[in-house]
């Protein structure tokens, strides 16, 4: 009976595996999952209009649900920079952050990082890729072994060719496919963000 109750429940939940008394979703959720992201607050331009203090970025708020749909914890990379407050001068300024090589730094890293399995990592599009401080935060850690998850925001341009750049920074990690969000889309966009985030877990 118990049998026949336990085959019931992993057929109605469709994608579990069953390895042993446990099916491979259930592994995978045991994994340790952090979330790390970079993402602007302040000025921002959405939908045409300005807003003048955005406290929490687009990719922030899809860090958010992704942690509240698959656990574990979430860590905000912060660069060591500041920009201007004025939207427009803030993306010239990441313009020649970016075209001058600089190489930006966090404020603070996450001591523990290494000790996780799964990496949700996410970032705005600046200028067709990510921000330079996503390379020099990923550069610092010993990243083999891990799976690393890629999600971003933009306005239109998608992931471009973030996800290949992450596989060359990510040496020895399998870096997954990824979720392109749009910026001015993410605070409707929980259900996608959530099922999307709880899909990859389970595939593992
Ligand atoms: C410096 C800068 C450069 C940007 N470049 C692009 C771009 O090349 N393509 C695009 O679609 N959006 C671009 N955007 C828009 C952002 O990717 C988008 O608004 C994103 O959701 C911002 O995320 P955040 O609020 O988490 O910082 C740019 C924004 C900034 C600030």
């Not at 446990?22 to 959720?29: A, H, I, L, P, R």
């Not at 290949?164 to 969000?181: S, W």
């Amino acid at each position: 009976m118990a049998l026949m109750l336990l085959s019931l429940v992993t057929t109605a939940c469709g994608q579990a595996k069953q390895t042993g008394n446990k099916t491979e979703s259930d592994s995978n959720m045991e994994k340790k999952i952090l979330t790390v992201f970079f993402s602007m607050k302040g000025e921002t331009y959405m939908a045409g209009g300005r807003i003048e203090n955005l406290e929490k970025g687009n990719t922030n708020v899809c860090a958010e649900f992704i942690q509240k749909s698959v656990g574990g914890d979430l860590f905000e990379i912060e660069t060591t920079k500041t920009y201007s407050k004025d939207h427009f001068k803030m993306i010239e300024e990441a313009k020649v952050e970016m075209q001058s090589g600089e190489k930006a730094q966090p404020k603070k890293w996450l001591d523990n990082l290494e000790s996780y399995d799964v990496i949700f990592v996410g970032y705005p599009i600046w200028w067709g890729t990510y921000p330079p401080i996503i390379n020099t935060f990923l550069e610092h850690y010993n990243l083999t072994g891990k799976t690393i998850i890629p999600f971003s925001t933009s306005e239109g341009s998608g992931l471009l060719n973030t996800v290949a750049e992450l596989r060359e920074v990510c040496k020895g990690a399998t870096v997954t496919e990824a979720l392109a969000i749009r910026g001015s889309q993410a605070r409707q966009s929980e259900k996608k963000v959530s099922e999307w985030a709880k899909k990859m877990i389970t595939n593992l």
